[in-house]
């Protein structure tokens, strides 16, 4: 009978436990209540990294839409410099600082889990932006699909190649979603040509450079590639580079994502003719903004916005470019 007594006793306490934390977790399924006569509404953005240029671009964006709103002051966004140790620590110190809106891109969905739950525990409205956490316990997620982008690009690669053909894939950081999603999407989309096969895969962490490196080596090799699928298009334009290092950028295909309207971004690269396609991956920077306003004025915002992806042709590419340049406006 003891031992029952406590088992049960041990259960009720866990039972307890689990419905303090749906609690804390519920809490943000609606805007946390704001005091709307407030003349400044403090927002702080953990991003993962500056480096690359799409996370440069989301930077000089979001700065640009929080303008539009009088009452909100962006705090200076923090680096994490893809640590996301280093991450956790910034995101911790804009929750002790009791910032009234949290945006936070995360290097890596587990490690950044504890510290948006924590926002939450505090009544401090998240809004998740691009990249997934392992809860729902955040006011608004925002980003475009991972999946989809990866599988258009596979169902682009398999246009290119209607008699088959092998394909390399220049991964971001193995452990980031993005990375994991657009693999899972490309993958998908080449199933239409089963003639086509993935021939080698390598992580080159998003970065230009490591992508050059390793296209060298698979050339170097000897490696017969018809076409290369990057993740993002600086890995792309690396490939690129090795590619016509080795006067091969005729002979190969390069399929990018991301599609910034910058000078040296993939909308240009496709309208060069560097790179065969890429997909704009929205960076949700003016809806981050507007989500943010509503939140400290107590309206209500979607729990999920997907943003749609956008094909860049050699056909629509000026278009595109001329639609989503954001010189001069930072």
């Known amino acids: 009978m003891h031992a029952n007594r406590v088992r049960w006793g041990v259960l009720a306490l866990a039972l307890a436990a689990s419905l303090v934390g749906t609690s804390a977790c519920a809490s943000t399924d609606e805007p946390a209540a704001k005091d709307s006569d407030k003349d400044e509404f403090v927002v702080g953005y953990s991003q993962s990294n500056n ?3 799409y996370r440069a671009q989301l930077n000089i964006q979001l700065k640009y839409f929080m303008k539009k709103y009088p009452k909100l002051k962006l705090l200076p966004i923090t680096d994490a410099q893809q640590d996301s140790g280093k991450q956790v620590s910034q995101v911790q110190n804009f929750i002790t600082n009791n910032v009234d809106v949290l945006i936070v891109s995360p290097n890596e969905s587990a490690p950044l889990t504890a510290p948006v739950k924590k926002a939450c525990e505090k009544k401090i409205p998240v809004i998740i932006l691009d990249r997934t956490v392992n809860t729902d316990c ?3 997620f925002i980003g475009g699909d991972n999946v989809e982008a990866g599988r258009k690009a596979g169902e682009l690669a398999a246009k290119e190649l209607p008699d088959g053909g092998n394909v390399v894939v220049l991964q971001g950081i193995l452990s980031n979603q993005p990375q994991i999603d657009r693999l899972k999407g490309f993958e998908e989309g080449i199933k239409a040509n089963p003639k086509i096969k993935i021939i080698k ?3 080159a962490k998003w970065l230009k450079p490591d992508a050059t490196k390793i296209m060298n080596q698979w050339l170097a090799q000897g490696l017969d ?3 290369v699928y990057a993740e993002n298009d600086p890995m ?3 490939a690129y580079q090795a590619a016509a290092g080795k006067g091969k950028e005729k ?3 390069l399929i990018g994502t991301d599609g910034l309207a910058i000078p040296d971004g993939g909308i240009r690269a496709v309208q060069q003719g560097k790179l065969t396609g890429t997909f704009i991956y929205p960076t949700g920077a003016e809806e981050a903004a507007k989500a943010a306003n509503d939140l400290v004025t107590g ?7 997907t943003l749609p992806i956008e094909a860049v042709t050699k056909d629509n590419a000026a278009e595109l470019y001329e639609k989503y340049d954001f010189s001069g406006k930072e």
Request: avoid cysteine; hydrophobic fraction near 30%; charge should be neutral.
């Open 51 to 53: 480096a690359e240029p």
């Open 138 to 140: 955040y006011s608004s």
């Open 201 to 203: 895969k390598r992580e």
């Open 225 to 227: 590639i018809d076409l």
């Open 236 to 238: 792309a334009l690396g």
């Open 251 to 253: 002979d190969i295909e």
């Open 299 to 305: 309206k209500k915002v979607e729990k999920k916005q």
